[in-house]
């Protein structure tokens, strides 16, 4: 689907003036969203970046949603997750951050990490799930800020336009005023 190619050319492109580095949160009707959940990890993923993709479900911590999906992600490269000490070590108090895994994912693959959340609305229905935003954002920033590093692209998507604008409207929120898409 187009929507999805100018989507992944959008949130991987890194150049100086390009917003996409500090998180991208898209609000989309419930139809586009769920193309969306087929095509655009996909394009992701034909652009060289090593996809990680999460979606809480109201019935789960959506910290620990995430948390999962890197994990998940991190299990495909054996010599990653033996230098991390194993996967029981990533997470919240577990004595690796999310930054320390995700930077040597990207050390060791050589490629751009893009991160997209389903649903990203319920993230904070949880002080985990808020928590862990906060965990991305320092992840978002050491492998931005870093010249070994290749980057860590953040979507975030909802169709509830309203709730998602919340998770960056607030000063205390973890990605305050980045990019919101609103597609019709």
Request: charge should be neutral; glycine fraction near 8%.
């Amino acid at each position: 689907m187009r929507i999805s190619k100018d989507l992944a050319d959008r949130i991987l492109f890194a150049g100086p003036v390009s917003a996409a580095s500090s998180g991208l949160f898209l609000a989309v009707p419930e139809a586009t969203l769920a193309v969306l959940r087929e095509d655009l990890p996909r394009e992701l993923a034909g652009r060289d970046a090593i996809v990680i993709y999460a979606r809480p479900s109201p019935h789960s911590d959506p910290g620990d949603t995430i948390f999962d999906a890197v994990r998940s992600a991190l299990a495909k490269h054996k010599s990653v997750v033996a230098a991390l000490g194993g996967l029981d070590k990533v997470g919240l108090a577990r004595g690796v951050t999310l930054a320390a895994a995700l930077s040597a994912l990207s050390l060791h693959t050589g490629k751009i990490i893009a991160l997209v959340i389903d649903d990203a609305h319920l993230v904070t229905s949880t002080e985990n799930g808020i928590v862990t935003m906060f965990a991305l954002k320092a992840a978002r920033d050491a492998l931005n800020l870093s010249r070994e590093l290749h980057g860590l692209r953040l979507v975030a998507m909802s169709s509830d336009a309203d709730k998602l604008a919340r998770l960056r409207n607030g000063s205390d929120q973890a990605f305050f005023l980045a990019p919101l898409l609103v597609l019709g």
